[in-house]
């Protein structure tokens, strides 16, 4: 069985030969196999990796800004030609289908695209004779070395989140891919140096809490970027910022999607459908919950089960799925238990996942689940379930829908469907979360925007990618300038003030 190792100093690193070296196992979820054994790194190689790094900075740093820019220009033909292979990766290891896996890369590629115009977001500002003869500027300088912890559900797009703009900003990084699907990151460190960039400036280290909590504890990381669960995340952000570091924490959800009694019903359940049941609802932005207003619920219901039952699910290497399995038999049985446990807090089980053929098969497959009269004292409501179960909510005016969107602890995206142009724009003016969608269930922000929830989403005070992250990798300093003439030179006590 094949071994990974680690990406260190712009090498393949290989596991440790000592007898202590750990070992955890990576699934094809399609067969339910074992498939690789992945070296865990002690906290020796990730210490390695964080020298390495710190080895990189001061040169990375002073590599002009076109020669970095020309990195990224490089990557994206790169990435875009080994668009399949990527996603051939990411489906074996995760189990999305390949046309969604190929969708995330799209979406990794906008983040380089972004940093590709590195030139544009680094510029500083300028002042001239803010007093007689003295001028301002401000310029953005790197932090410095950059930790990187990322999730298992979307292995390319959410390392490309982080490592494009961190990197463009004159940073070097260690990346902590999730254990889960780890192999698509060190394809793009790869990609990266054959795109020109030094050895050490991205070093991946594969591993478990062990090597999260060397990136934590090294005083060398100067900023930690972490998505994952809000538990995991919340600790991040505690734990990085008491050791001075800046990080930004983005942590789990419940987006929900709030149907108004004008809506396109159609629309609405296609949206539905694809959004909580794409990538078998192990998406960030997946919509979980359904806010029936004022008397849609049934014929919702319906259209959403006429559309369930034409679903396609199965290997995602099979062009026909439309759906894959979840990431592990322990995480399809979790998901499973809240649609078990539905009839006994209340709520009517409309269409069972778990009697889908498709469970029965090899594999951590489970068919798509709706339950339906479901309230907000339930665990299927308060819960992230992450998995391919929708849950309608049934209220009676838009009042109550945002009241009860606010209530809850996250805030990752929202939506609305409707036509009325008024409810969407006060809708967008009340809700409490990070990013709206009017008629459109994903609202995932392009590359030139940033990503990020509110409330038990995002700990921190950046959103990741996009113009935030420029700040987030950067720190500014402001530089007050004057070229005295030595014939009016005098000495003055006096708080300096602009005259
Ligand atoms: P996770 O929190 O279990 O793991 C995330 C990362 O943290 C992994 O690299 C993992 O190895 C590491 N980790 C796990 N336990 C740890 C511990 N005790 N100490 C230190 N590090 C630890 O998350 P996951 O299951 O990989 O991903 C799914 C979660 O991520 C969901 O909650 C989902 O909503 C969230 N997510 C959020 C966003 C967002 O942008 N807000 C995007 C993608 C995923």
């Not at 292995?155 to 494009?164: I, R, S, T």
């Not at 339906?372 to 992450?386: G, L, P, R, S, W």
Request: aromatic share 8%; net charge negative; with cysteine.
């Amino acid at each position: 069985m094949a071994k990974i190792g680690h990406y260190i100093d712009g090498s393949l690193v290989a596991a440790d030969t000592e007898s202590t070296q750990r070992f955890g196992a990576v699934y094809n979820p399609a067969t339910g196999e074992q498939q690789h054994e992945l070296a865990f790194a002690s906290s020796a190689q990730v210490s390695l990796a964080i020298e390495a790094a710190a080895r990189a900075f001061p040169g990375w740093r002073a590599t002009s800004l076109t020669k970095r820019a020309d990195v990224f220009f490089k990557l994206r033909h790169l990435v875009a030609q080994h668009q399949q292979e990527l996603a051939a990766l990411v489906t074996s290891e995760h189990g999305k289908v390949l046309s969604d896996a190929g969708g995330e890369i799209s979406r990794g590629l906008e983040n380089i695209e972004f940093a590709a115009g590195l030139i544009q977001h680094l510029k500083g500002d300028y002042s001239e004779q803010v007093a007689t003869g003295v001028d301002v500027h401000s310029v953005k300088q790197p932090v410095g070395v950059v930790g990187c912890i990322t999730p298992f559900n979307f292995p390319v797009m959410v390392p490309l989140w982080m490592v494009c703009n961190a990197i463009a900003c004159g940073n070097t990084v260690v990346l902590k891919p999730s254990e889960k699907d780890p192999s698509a990151a060190l394809l793009i460190a790869e990609l990266f140096s054959q795109a020109g960039l030094p050895a050490g400036v991205l070093n991946v280290v594969n591993g478990d809490k062990e090597a999260v909590d060397t990136i934590l504890e090294s005083p060398t990381v100067r900023a930690v970027s972490f998505v994952g669960s809000t538990p995991i995340a919340r600790s991040i952000y505690q734990r990085a910022s008491a050791a001075g570091k800046r990080v930004q924490a983005l942590g789990g959800a419940k987006n929900h999607m709030v149907v108004l009694p004008d809506a396109d019903l159609d629309a609405a359940a296609d949206a539905a459908v694809s959004a909580a049941y794409g990538s078998a609802g192990e998406r960030c932005m997946a919509v979980s919950v359904l806010v029936a207003v004022g008397g849609v619920a049934d014929a919702l219901s319906e259209a959403i089960q006429s559309r369930i039952a034409k679903l396609s699910i199965g290997d995602g290497t099979d062009a026909s799925s439309e759906m894959g399995p979840l990431i592990t038999a322990e995480h399809r049985d979790k998901v499973a238990s809240y649609v078990h446990n539905a009839p006994a807090e209340g709520a009517t089980v409309v269409v069972d996942g778990s009697q889908d053929a498709v469970a029965a098969q090899p594999g951590f497959f489970l068919g798509v689940s709706l339950l339906d009269h479901v309230n907000t004292e339930m665990k299927a409501y308060q819960d992230e379930i992450f998995g391919p179960v929708l849950s309608i909510v049934r209220v009676d005016s838009f009042e109550e829908a945002v009241a009860l969107v606010n209530r809850n602890q996250y805030g990752n995206g929202v939506a609305i469907f409707t036509r009325d142009g008024g409810a969407a724009r006060q809708f967008e003016f009340e809700i409490e979360a990070g990013m709206v969608g009017v008629n459109v269930p994903i609202p995932v922000p392009i590359g030139s925007f940033s990503f990020g929830g509110w409330k038990d989403s995002l700990f921190g005070d950046s959103h990741i990618y996009g113009p935030e992250s420029i700040h987030f990798y950067t720190r500014s300093k402001v530089v007050t300038t004057r070229w005295p003439d030595p014939a009016s030179s005098s000495v003055d006590l006096g708080f300096p003030s602009n005259h």
